[in-house]
C-alpha cells in the first residue's frame, strides 16, 4: 500500500477512492470507522463528525461514526476506516511534524482506490494552530475538529468518486491552508457535490 499523491506542505491528500463496497447502497448511509492512534479531544471529535455533516448535507450522504474498538463485528454494507495518527489534540506550541508529507491520504494498492484513509493528526493540527489569532485560541479545540472534518470529508470524496482529481474550490481542492481548515465555512463545491451524488445514485461519471 502507498499514499498516491504527496502534496508539500498543507496539501490535503493525496489520493483516492475507495473499495467498491464503499459505493454500494450509499442510501442507506457510509460508516465511517475511527481508529485513534494517539491523544484526542472528545469535543473536536464531535465536531469533526458535526462539521463532516454539515458538509455533506447538500448530497443527502448520511455519515454513521464509529469508534473501532466499539464498531460491532457485523458487515457495514458501505465502509470506510480513517486512521488518526499523531496527536489530535490541540496544543499551543508549535511541535513537530512532517511539513512535507500531506495533511492526509488515501491508500491504494495496485493503483486501486482502497477504503482506507491516514490522517496525520500533527500536521493538522499545526495548520489550524498555525492559522489562529486572538479569540480563536478560546475554542482552539472547536478549531482542531472543524479541520479535521474538512480533512476527513476531503478523504471521503476521493474514495466515494474513486478519483485523484481534485476540484477547483472548496473543501475539495488539492491543497488547503491552515485558514481554509479553520475558516467559517469550507464548502463541498456544487460541481463536486454532483459528482458525488452521482456516483451515490450509482450513475458515476467518466473520470
Ligand atoms: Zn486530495
Avoid at 465511517?32 to 463532516?52: N, P, Y
Avoid at 458501505?78 to 513537530?96: D, E, I, Y
Avoid at 493540527?125 to 479545540?141: I, K, L, T
Wanted: net charge negative; hydrophobic share 45%; proline share 4%.
Amino acid at each position: 500500500m502507498r499514499p498516491v499523491l504527496i502534496y508539500p506542505l498543507l496539501a490535503v491528500c493525496l489520493v483516492f477512492a475507495t473499495a467498491a463496497t464503499a459505493t454500494s447502497h450509499l442510501a442507506s448511509g457510509l460508516t465511517v470507522i475511527l481508529d485513534f492512534r494517539g491523544a484526542h479531544s472528545d469535543s473536536s471529535i464531535r465536531e469533526m463528525e458535526r462539521e463532516s455533516g454539515s458538509i455533506l448535507k447538500t448530497t443527502g450522504l448520511k455519515l454513521d461514526w464509529r469508534l473501532r474498538d466499539d464498531a460491532p463485528k457485523s458487515a457495514y454494507p458501505n465502509l470506510v476506516v480513517m486512521t488518526f495518527n499523531g496527536n489530535c489534540k490541540f496544543l499551543p506550541a508549535p511541535r513537530g511534524y512532517d511539513e512535507f508529507g500531506p495533511l492526509a491520504f488515501t491508500e491504494t494498492t495496485d493503483h486501486v482506490i482502497q477504503s482506507f484513509g491516514q490522517v496525520d493528526c500533527d500536521h493538522v493540527v499545526e495548520a489550524a494552530r498555525s492559522a489562529m489569532f486572538g479569540a480563536d485560541y478560546a475554542h482552539a479545540e472547536l478549531l482542531v475538529g472543524r479541520a479535521l472534518g474538512r480533512v476527513v470529508v476531503h478523504e471521503i470524496v476521493h474514495m466515494l468518486t474513486r478519483s485523484a482529481e481534485h476540484g477547483r474550490d472548496g473543501v475539495f481542492e488539492a491543497a488547503l491552508s491552515g485558514r481554509q481548515l479553520i475558516a467559517p465555512s469550507l464548502p463541498l463545491s456544487a460541481v463536486d457535490a454532483d459528482r458525488l451524488m452521482s456516483v451515490m445514485s450509482g450513475c458515476e461519471s467518466e473520470q
